[in-house]
């Protein structure tokens, strides 16, 4: 976090002071309030009086409810944006590599005919995962000073004064309520925000250059392709052509990544600031003040920076129209610099000295490791049969890395096999509410099958091969419980009514170019028609179809062997913190760790 935000970070964490006429029994404004307030004797009520404050009250907690809304709903946006500011950056710096290592082992073609394939879209996929899960700690400080400072910019455009140490009082916000409530009608009148590339941000030359003078040493002037993609061809034809392959094979792999990136569903994650404004917002109105007082310093800092003149306003929505009007080119990437999150209450923090010395970025990973290893647990005891030890132990890895969608998909796995069709139902609707998969959507459509649920199943198998039309188990699961087309009223959507958001990225998803020799019967209305991929500017090597693998390289770990981590006994705590000092004693364990400069690739076969 930049040191200007670095005071709304323990403001953030520290309780208001409380004045010494306040009630014992209340304390921070921010997570505890005590409603009953007895200033007044309400002995003999006037039924006049008590229709006034009611009225009042209502009014004030549908103004709150509002406020928090526009918040929650402009943090998605910050999200979309800037972590598709962050796959631009990934498209520019790791995607060259990722190239010139999959066409080195593969020659200069295979990248352009593959880059659709299994094998590099769930690469990608792990990769964006991971990142993923720190979008919301990264983006929430950010997002909420934004959205404070175009509140703040809508009050003083309507002559609501503010106050220069306590901010906007959300009480005065009241005789505007109908605008406000107009902008959040606006927002949610929006289509739900993908992650796609920044419009304002310009074409990938940097990425094609670098990409190319690396491949020079291999491919370059007088030097043959001897990986099979110019094979017979004079020199400098060679030349000339695995330019082209390399270059198209870098275009398609940018395609691929943001078509994998629309996977995900922005409304799965930020779960810590998204639980603080639907189950802790309070409707009385001191939520929003307190977080006018943490915020108004730093707004007012950087309007002194920025030089702004006092009288002259902007316009209230200080940023734009969140990710659709956006239009900087000097946009942070926030995932390259240190940061600081306001997302832990005080008295949830640790309060040994060595995590008080861990940066944020630390602790997340310290985090990852904990739920990992609960992960491994789960594992073993899932392939010894003992599923009730298995879902105890994936239950735990979720608690402690929320966001990380496959362990409610190993959840839904043992659920399955405890045939408790319910929970696994569940389980999977939690996954594919972050990430649309084609296990998530699998294992839900085997749960639905077992409930008598076939049409909700059908929907399931039908989004698995828009994901991955290859899928020969779903092409017969559906041909097996659907022998015969469905009456012309039935409807074939990508995914049931109980999942929302699934269903419009599914169908979306229907539009997108499937891998080469996907199967498909477009004589059954419940199998999707695959579209014939695009076809190569160039013709195929004779080493594009091999069989690459692209795995990430395992982190090993010496850790002391009392490391604390959860277990099954441990349910519903948000986890042990690190013990001040470590025994001597250590072990080695190995953690899977997916990331954009840790990975290898193989040849498996020609």
């Known amino acids: 976090m930049p040191a200007k935000y670095s005071h709304v970070k323990k403001r953030a964490a520290s309780t208001p002071k409380k004045s010494a006429s306040s009630n014992a029994n209340s304390s921070s404004h921010a997570h505890h309030h005590n409603h009953s307030h007895n200033h007044k004797d309400h002995r003999h009520p006037s039924p006049h009086t008590d229709r006034s404050i009611s009225q009042a009250v209502s009014a004030v907690a549908q103004l709150e409810r509002t406020i928090a809304r526009i918040i929650l709903i402009r943090f998605e946006q910050d999200i979309v944006r800037l972590f ?15 190239v010139l290592r999959c066409v080195t082992v593969g020659g200069p073609s295979w990248v352009a005919a593959n880059a659709d394939c299994d094998e590099i879209k769930d690469f990608f996929r792990s990769a964006i995962a991971m990142d993923l899960r720190q979008a919301g700690e990264r983006v929430a400080t950010k997002s909420v000073l934004w959205t404070y400072t175009a509140l703040r910019h809508f009050a003083k455009s309507n002559g609501v004064p503010i106050c220069q140490k306590r901010g906007l009082h959300s009480v005065r916000l009241l005789p505007h309520y109908d605008a406000l409530k107009a902008h959040l009608d ?49 020199s400098g034809d060679a030349a000339a052509d695995w330019r082209q392959r390399v270059r198209e094979g870098y275009d398609r792999a940018c395609a691929t990544l943001w078509r994998v990136a629309r996977e995900f569903d922005v ?5 810590v600031l998204r639980e603080k404004l639907t189950a802790k917002w309070c409707d009385c109105g001191c939520s929003t003040d307190h977080l006018s007082e943490v915020c108004e310093k730093t707004v007012r800092l950087e309007e002194e920076e920025s030089g702004v003149r006092s009288g002259k306003e902007r316009e209230w929505d200080g940023r734009g129209s969140g990710v659709f009007g956006w239009g900087t080119e000097e946009e942070e990437d926030i995932w390259d610099v240190d940061f600081d999150f306001v997302g832990m209450d005080p008295e949830s923090k640790p309060d040994s000295p060595l995590e008080s010395d861990m940066t944020v970025a630390e602790l997340m990973e310290w985090r990852y490791l904990r739920a990992e290893r609960e992960k491994e647990q789960g594992n073993i005891a899932f392939k010894k049969g003992n599923y009730p030890e298995a879902i105890e132990r994936y239950k735990s890895a979720y608690r402690i ?11 839904a796995a043992a659920y399955l096999k405890l045939q408790n069709f319910i929970e696994a139902e569940k389980a999977c609707d939690v996954a594919l509410g972050q990430h649309r998969s084609v296990k998530g959507y699998w294992r839900r459509a085997q749960a639905r099958k077992a409930q008598g649920r076939i049409e909700d199943a059908l929907r399931d198998l039908r989004a698995v091969l828009r994901l991955q039309p290859s899928n020969t188990e779903a092409l017969a699961e559906i041909i097996s419980l659907s022998p015969s087309p469905p009456p012309a009223s039935s409807p074939i959507a990508s995914s049931s009514s ?28 419940w199998i999707p028609t695959s579209k014939p991929p695009k076809a190569l500017p160039f013709p195929r090597g004779a080493w594009d179809g091999r069989k690459l693998k692209i795995s990430p390289i395992p982190i090993t770990v010496d850790i002391p062997v009392d490391f604390p981590f959860l ?22 364990q190995t ?3 997916p990331s954009w400069e840790r990975y290898m690739v193989q040849k498996i076969s020609d």
């Not at 598709?84 to 990722?98: D, E, K, M």
């Not at 890395?401 to 959840?411: A, D, G, K, T």
């Not at 277990?567 to 080695?588: L, R, V």
């Open 567 to 588: 277990g099954p006994e441990d349910k519903g705590k948000a986890g042990p913190s690190p013990p001040a000092s470590y025994s001597e004693k250590t072990i080695s």
């Open 591 to 593: 953690f899977s760790y």
């Open 84 to 98: 598709s500011t962050h796959l631009y950056c990934v498209a520019l710096l790791h995607l060259p590599t990722f």
């Open 267 to 271: 409304r799965g994650y930020g779960l």
């Open 498 to 525: 109980s999942q929302p958001s699934c269903s419009a990225s599914s169908s979306s998803s229907s539009s997108r170019p499937p891998p080469s020799g996907a199967g498909s019967s477009p004589a059954h209305p």
């Open 401 to 411: 890395e929320p966001e990380l969608p496959h362990y409610q998909l190993n959840l």
């Open 186 to 234: 606006s927002l949610e009148a929006q289509h739900p925000p993908a992650f796609a590339k920044p419009p304002h941000l310009g074409p990938m030359t940097e990425g094609i250059r670098a990409l190319e003078d690396a491949c020079e040493s291999k491919y370059g002037k007088g030097k043959s392709s001897a990986s099979g993609g110019a094979k017979g061809k004079g």
